[in-house]
Structures are given as structure tokens and as C-alpha cells.
């Protein structure tokens, strides 16, 4: 079964310096993994996606998150927070791609705090 | 175009009470999601629609919980007999359709924060 553990719940950054988000996951399959973003009172958006192409990948806002097979972790950086990227975040793996019926396997989520 | 639209964006209710939520996919979206956000258990998936494929329910926590989708396209999410742990944000999304060793990028609406008193 597939699983995402996010390591972090809590994560405060100053304006202007690095975003590390810690994500590990679970699978027995080849997954495939993303980011989502909820903003407070909005919907969920899809920062990027990883499905087995380059394992660096670039996603809106200036986030990107490498996957790393031998790590079986996909964490989100960016190299310059900023105020707007005050939000939760998500790491998600997809259910069972052989029985692909899409559902998505949140994680518990990581809030990210961004002081001026 | 228009996203995901969900009703009501609030619902507050007293136990016992049935409700129901409302999803409305993006147009030509035959794939449809509900999942539920809660302070205990996070973001956890309810069930799946696709086309006129029989449904996946194997997110509904108990027999209180249902949902049917009309023609393809609106969608209903009905709780009988509401507890206080039924609690929570209910998220929509939907997708083109779902094929094999694919993914298509599922779109979220704002969700229906229910509040069972």
C-alpha cells in the first residue's frame, strides 16, 4: 500500500530565505507523487507533479522537489520564500497506478510560516 | 472557465439531521472525487465517479455516508443521521477522464465546511 509521511507539521522561514518541506513515501509500485497547495479558505492547487520522467521537477511559484528513489523521499524546496507562500502544503501519492483509479493519498500535511 | 463549484460553502446542522452537499465539475470532467478534511484524520477520499463505471465507495466510513452523481455531471454527497465526528470540510474535485497508467490532474473546489452541533 502506499503511504506519504510529511516530517514536519510546523515549518516557519524568513522572507527571502530557503523553503525545505520533508516528505517521505511508502509504495510498491513505481509512484507517482505531488504537491498541493491550500491557501487559507481556498481550494487545493497542484504545485507540481513527479511520474517517472526527470526526477527534478519545477512546479509553479518557483517550487521544485527531486525525487529520490534510494532516499524514498520527494521533498519541496524553493530558494527564496516569500510572504504569499504562507499556506499548508501536501504531499500526495496516487493509489495503485495497476488499478489506476486516481485517488490521492494525502499527507498529513505541513503548514509553512514566512516571517517579514 | 469555471472551476469546481461546491454548496453550500458552510453547513451548520444538529446531530441526527441528514444533509446534503452539492459538487459541480468543470464541464467534460467525467471523473469526480470527494474527499474529506478533518482535524483527526487530514485529507482522506471518500469515493470516485468516472463515466458510468459503477463507483468506488471504498472511502465512505459507514453506511450513513452516500453519494450519486446525476447525468455525469452534479454530484451529491448525503449524510443521514449527522454525528459530531462527521465534523469537517468536504472537498470536490474532478479530471478528465482517468486511463491506465496515467494521471490527470484533479481540480479542487472550496469544499462545504459542516458543522455538526
Keep these: 500500500a502506499q503511504s506519504v509521511t510529511q516530517l514536519d507539521s510546523h515549518v516557519s522561514v524568513s522572507e527571502g530565505t530557503p523553503v525545505l518541506l520533508r516528505c517521505n513515501y511508502s509504495s510498491s509500485y513505481s509512484p507517482s507523487l505531488f504537491w498541493y497547495v491550500q491557501h487559507p479558505n481556498k481550494g487545493l492547487q497542484l504545485l507540481l507533479k513527479y511520474t517517472s520522467a526527470a ?34 502544503y501536501f504531499c500526495v501519492v496516487i493509489h495503485a497506478i495497476s488499478s489506476n483509479t486516481g485517488k490521492l493519498i494525502f499527507g498529513q500535511g505541513t503548514t509553512l510560516q514566512v516571517k517579514p | 472557465g469555471a472551476g469546481v463549484s461546491q454548496s453550500p460553502s458552510n453547513k451548520v446542522t444538529e446531530k441526527g439531521k441528514d444533509v446534503e452537499l ?70 470536490c474535485a474532478s479530471s478528465l477522464p482517468i486511463l491506465a497508467e496515467s494521471y490527470n490532474e484533479q481540480f479542487f473546489g472550496p469544499g462545504t465546511r459542516l458543522t455538526v452541533l
Design chain 1, 55 to 88: 526526477t527534478l521537477v519545477k512546479g509553479i511559484n518557483g517550487f521544485e522537489a527531486e525525487f529520490k528513489k534510494s532516499e524514498t523521499s520527494f521533498h519541496l524546496t524553493k530558494p527564496s520564500a516569500h510572504m504569499s507562500d504562507a499556506a499548508e
Design chain 2, 22 to 91: 452539492r459538487c459541480d465539475p468543470i464541464s467534460g470532467h467525467t471523473a469526480l472525487y470527494w474527499y474529506r478534511q478533518s482535524l483527526g484524520q487530514g485529507l482522506e477520499f471518500l469515493i470516485y465517479f468516472q463515466g458510468n463505471s459503477a463507483p468506488d465507495k471504498s472511502g465512505l466510513p459507514s453506511d450513513r455516508f452516500s453519494a450519486e452523481r446525476t447525468g455525469g455531471s452534479v454530484s451529491t454527497l448525503t449524510i443521514q443521521r449527522t454525528q459530531q465526528e462527521d465534523s469537517a470540510v468536504y472537498l
